[in-house]
């Protein structure tokens, strides 16, 4: 199978947060690595690969060499989250005719694009197992609901910019079969446990519509999700199969970005750099020796970037604009909320032209805030070299979203070759070496 169609299989396969971690989870033991826990004490060792998830929803993955010869850390950031429809703690609705589920939005979500298609939920289930708390991934596939809208002949407003009520307009209708207890009882179905025994969940609406190839020779994908799990498939691949001698090599898959970060198992949070802080106790470094090696090392920040729109060319820079299939993107912003500076941006071209990519340069259109990535925050935590790059995409945080099918090769080449390479600082000198 090509990438592209690797993707879409994953996408696929990743209807929420926890479940792309529990994919990745999978390739991770598949490939021999082994998993820490948090709550243990880490014993590494040289020519070893690990692995360590926060909340389900979060995941750090490292190479390590031999030790004696690292010289720097080689880091690839994305984040597993997207905007969408979240169910509330007491979700049903009472209402004598319909069954409907209560949900709130969560993140940048465009609302129109979640009406009048099926959608099923997936997500995360706490239930109680003899007296012990237990964390259940669930997936309802099969079952839909669906928010419909309102006929035209009842909002001749619709077609003329019509803002959406989240707590009326976007509430869901489902089977109405004993209404107020259907989630319950679809968990208890797919779980096999009794209702009392359900302590809480996280579960999310999402697009039932396969993501899928097309176009005349398959050159688009579009799917549900696709900001950002494309980062955390491009950036899982390329991991897998690159090695540094010289460098350890991580990825970081973080949840919450969507909604600032700020958590525990988001990227502000001092899971990076708790991390690689173990990473180095277990071989006995200072940490003086750690600043050292952080000051050589470099991050990836991995987040997709505005494409631009077929129909609203005016919408984006005259000349740092990006385009589906015509390579990776570098973003940057004056003010700071993509990270990139000459230097950083200089790496990454360089990275580019050794593994012939092609690249895009992205500016925002002056006046135009833009969007901004985790990296920015997660900086003061761990202030390293880094890099905000992505890949070209149309309606980000849509329900159901498009990108270029090359494009997923292009990112998994470029980060192979960062993932194979050593980066050093010379005093005024950034030097890139196998």
């Known amino acids: 199978m090509s990438n592209a169609s690797n993707f879409v299989e994953f996408l696929n396969n990743s209807h929420s947060p926890f479940h792309a971690v529990a994919e990745v989870e999978r390739k991770l033991n598949d490939a021999g690595f082994i998993k820490l826990r948090e709550n243990a004490t880490w014993n590494l060792e040289n020519n070893r690969f690990y692995y360590v998830v926060r909340n389900q929803s979060s995941l750090i993955a490292f190479k390590i060499p031999e030790m004696i010869n690292v010289k720097s850390v080689n880091i690839v950031a994305s984040h597993s989250d997207s905007p969408a429809l979240r169910i509330k703690p007491i979700p049903a609705i009472k209402d004598a005719h319909y069954g409907k589920l209560g949900v ?51 909002n001749r407003e619709i077609n003329n910019g019509y803002k959406w009520n989240e707590q009326i307009d976007l509430v869901p209708m489902v089977d109405d079969r004993d209404n107020e207890k259907y989630l319950e009882n679809l968990i208890c179905e797919k779980l096999g446990c009794d209702r009392d025994n359900i302590m809480g969940h996280e579960l999310y609406l999402y697009n039932q519509e396969k993501a899928r190839l097309w176009g005349s020779s398959e050159q688009f994908v579009s799917g549900q999700r696709i900001d950002n799990l494309e980062s955390v498939f491009t950036s899982t691949e390329a991991f897998l199969n690159s090695y540094s001698n010289n460098s350890i090599n991580v990825i970081g898959i973080f949840d919450n970005e969507e909604v600032g970060s700020m958590t525990r198992q988001g990227m502000a949070s001092s899971f990076l750099a708790d991390t690689i802080e173990r990473i180095f106790a277990c071989f006995y470094y200072s940490r003086n020796d750690v600043k050292a090696v952080l000051a050589n090392s470099f991050l990836l920040s991995a987040d997709n970037g505005h494409a631009v729109h077929p129909n609203h060319p005016e919408l984006y820079d005259g000349v740092n604009a990006v385009y589906l299939n015509q390579g990776v993107v570098i973003k940057t912003a004056a003010r700071m909320s993509y990270i990139n500076d000459s230097t950083s941006w200089g790496v990454v071209k360089q990275l580019a032209d050794r593994s012939g990519v092609p690249y895009q340069m992205f500016a925002n259109k002056s006046g135009s805030r833009g969007g901004g990535t985790q990296t920015a925050i997660s900086s003061v935590t761990l202030p390293i070299m880094a890099s905000d790059i992505g890949l070209p995409q149309l309606a980000m945080h849509s329900c159901y979203e498009t990108a270029g099918a090359k494009d997923v090769s292009y990112m998994i080449d470029l980060m192979s070759e960062f993932f194979n390479s050593t980066i050093t600082v010379d005093e005024d000198k950034v030097i890139i070496s196998k």
């Not at 993140?107 to 706490?126: E, F, N, Q």
């Not at 964390?135 to 928010?147: H, K, M, P, T, W």
């Open 104 to 154: 709130e939005v969560y993140g940048g979500a465009i609302l129109a694009t979640w009406l009048d298609r099926p959608l099923s939920i997936a997500g995360r289930v706490t239930v109680k197992e003899n007296g012990v708390l237990v964390n259940r991934l669930v997936d309802f596939a099969e079952e839909s609901v669906i928010i419909p809208n309102v006929a035209i002949h009842q």
